[in-house]
């Protein structure tokens, strides 16, 4: 069987070293003998004890190293972080959460490099382990095949108050609405945030197996998944089918409208260009736009509507919306299993037209993202409008400027904020946060205490969970001088997501002059990675990648 890298570490040519790296690979317990002839597949595995989407990955581990061995290879399993967003809300953390995404890329690109292995299998389930891992993938560019962990489901399922819908929108009682919010098994939150939008995503770049990446973490086909996965990859290694032959600029544009279809996360806009980077192409927030002109949004899963995970996937998942799909995706693309996705579409149903509906009858009519211009942001920001009612979609208000996410946090708490504001939350982008949190805990806050006609703006971004008309990722962000530096309070911002514009009504030379002699000060020095990180990553619109 084809040998791509590790061979290197048993060339008999390379003598007396070779017997030194043998004599140590035999201290693992491996015979070294069989090592020599089958190839070597690493298990990149995000298993972690904190978070439900993770908790679960170590027995599917063990499953993917049983089917390894069982196609003629031999696995052997690491481990990198796997941050958990839902725990970061509205603390410190969140800041360490984004950058983590560039970190894990690098941990798995280096440690594959190093060890000289012939394939990868990755294993995660959540917001920044898999466009990281993607991210390694792409730079790799030898077989790699994904498992996602599954979705789990919300408590509200197993409650009296559960009449269909898991969206707290839909719950009269506070307890109820609670249980939306609650995890009741290991596997991602059931909502199409970012964690199922990846799984989701994974799935439409050809990156597993067809119709996994809905599939419940705690049924029972995800082990059987599981096991198909380590089978598959050394079939990869057998047909060199190599990361590169599947991530492609078509793939990524089936991406896009995938997730402009599905409602995805905001954080698609972050993600998928910095994966175009590293495959030396670029997706830019204006393909988010030309592409989103072609397809509605079809699903109503929470946040955008009142279905979870579950639902989809028992709807038909991944395959049935490609296949409503079928004639705006690019079908001649291929997929980890060796044939096109042409081929797997032909096969591919939809069980439940209400969750998944034909595109004549979407959920909304619109696409999920759109990348607004204007001079408050001349190099885009991002807004789900998909979770925005019809109206607010146009809004204008008057300005009310925090510095931090925490100044408005107090705000909220405080009840000073009223109908009309526009929440102008700046200072907390790549450079500025540092790590461009997510500010849910203001979003998630405005939508328990039912505020109706209140828009926010803001130079970070926002989980895949926020509803209504939030616009994040403002660039230039307020770090680097952006005209969101130069805002004041009662200056009037106006938000047009139909014309795709947000403008705050001040002349050019106004926000000049405010901007004259301005200069970011930072209220605390960094340190550490976060010091080396600041200084390498770039703007939001691009992707926040480290240059």
């Known amino acids: 069987m084809k040998k791509r890298k590790s061979q290197d570490i048993f060339d008999e040519a390379d003598f007396p070293i070779n017997h030194l790296r043998r004599g140590i690979l035999s201290g693992t317990g491996v015979d070294v003998a069989e090592c020599a002839e089958k190839p070597l597949i690493a298990?990149?595995?995000?298993?972690?004890?904190?978070?439900p989407g993770h908790a679960h990955l170590s027995e599917l581990a063990g499953l993917v190293k049983e089917g390894i061995n069982a196609g003629g290879g031999i696995p052997f399993?690491?481990?990198?972080?796997?941050?958990?967003?839902?725990?970061?809300?509205?603390?410190?953390?969140?800041?360490y959460i984004l950058p983590q995404?560039?970190?894990?890329a690098e941990i798995v690109e280096m440690h594959i490099q190093s060890m000289r292995f012939d394939a990868v299998v990755m294993i995660a389930s959540c917001d920044k382990i898999l466009p990281g891992m993607l991210m390694a993938a792409a730079r790799l560019d030898l077989p790699v095949i994904f498992l996602t962990g599954g979705p789990n489901a919300m408590a509200i399922r197993y409650t009296s108050a559960y009449k269909g819908s898991i969206s707290p929108n839909d719950q009269p009682e506070a307890a109820a609405k609670l249980n939306c919010l609650q995890s009741a098994s290991c596997g991602a939150c059931e909502i199409i945030g970012t964690a199922n939008t990846f799984q989701c995503l994974t799935e439409s770049l050809g990156m597993c197996l067809p119709g996994s990446a809905a599939v419940p973490a705690f049924h029972a086909d995800r082990?059987?998944?599981?096991r198909r996965t380590g089978t598959r990859v050394v079939k990869m290694v057998e047909e060199d089918?190599?990361?590169?032959?599947?991530?492609?600029?078509?793939?990524?544009?089936?991406?896009?409208?995938?997730?402009?279809?599905i409602g995805g996360s905001t954080n698609a806009a972050l993600h998928l260009p910095a994966l175009a980077h590293d495959l030396d192409c670029e997706i830019g927030l204006e393909t988010f736009n030309r592409l989103g002109e072609k397809v509605p949004t079809l699903l109503g899963i929470v946040p955008n509507g009142p279905y979870g995970m579950i639902?989809?996937?028992?709807?038909?998942?991944i395959p049935g919306v490609m296949k409503r799909l079928e004639n705006d995706l690019h079908s001649d693309v291929l997929t980890c299993t060796g044939?096109?996705?042409?081929?797997?579409?032909?096969s591919s149903q939809v069980f439940d037209d209400t969750v998944i509906p034909h595109r004549e009858h979407p959920y909304n009519p619109e696409a999920g993202t759109v990348a607004l211009f204007g001079n408050l942001s001349p190099e885009g920001c991002v807004v789900k409008q998909s979770a925005v009612d019809a109206d607010m979609k146009v809004f204008s208000g008057m300005a009310r400027v925090f510095e931090s996410e925490a100044d408005a946090l107090t705000a909220l708490r405080d009840n000073n904020i009223k109908e009309g504001d526009v929440l102008v939350i700046r200072n907390e982008g790549p450079k500025g946060g540092p790590g461009m949190p997510e500010t849910l805990a203001v979003t998630l806050h405005l939508t328990m205490s039912g505020y109706q006609k209140v828009a926010m703006i803001t130079d970070g971004r926002f989980s895949g969970a926020t509803a209504g008309p939030c616009v994040g990722h403002i660039s230039p962000e307020a770090a680097d001088g952006g005209p969101i530096a130069a805002i004041r309070n009662g200056d009037t911002i106006s938000i047009n997501i139909p014309d795709k514009t947000i403008e705050v009504q001040l002349s050019d030379q106004e926000i000049k002059n405010r901007l004259d002699g301005w200069v970011y000060q930072r209220a605390k020095p960094l340190a550490g990675y976060m010091k080396r990180y600041v200084?390498?990553?770039?703007?939001?619109?691009?992707?926040?990648?480290?240059?």
């Open 311 to 317: 639902d989809f996937h028992t709807a038909g998942g």
């Open 43 to 51: 298990v990149a595995n995000s298993a972690t004890d904190i978070n």
């Open 535 to 547: 200084k390498h990553v770039v703007s939001a619109s691009k992707g926040a990648y480290l240059d």
């Open 101 to 104: 995404r560039d970190l894990i």
């Open 339 to 346: 044939r096109t996705l042409g081929d797997l579409l032909n």
């Open 223 to 226: 082990k059987r998944i599981a």
């Open 77 to 95: 399993e690491f481990n990198v972080p796997a941050p958990c967003d839902g725990l970061a809300e509205g603390n410190p953390g969140m800041r």
């Open 241 to 261: 089918i190599t990361a590169r032959k599947l991530l492609t600029r078509k793939t990524l544009e089936n991406a896009v409208i995938v997730c402009q279809a």
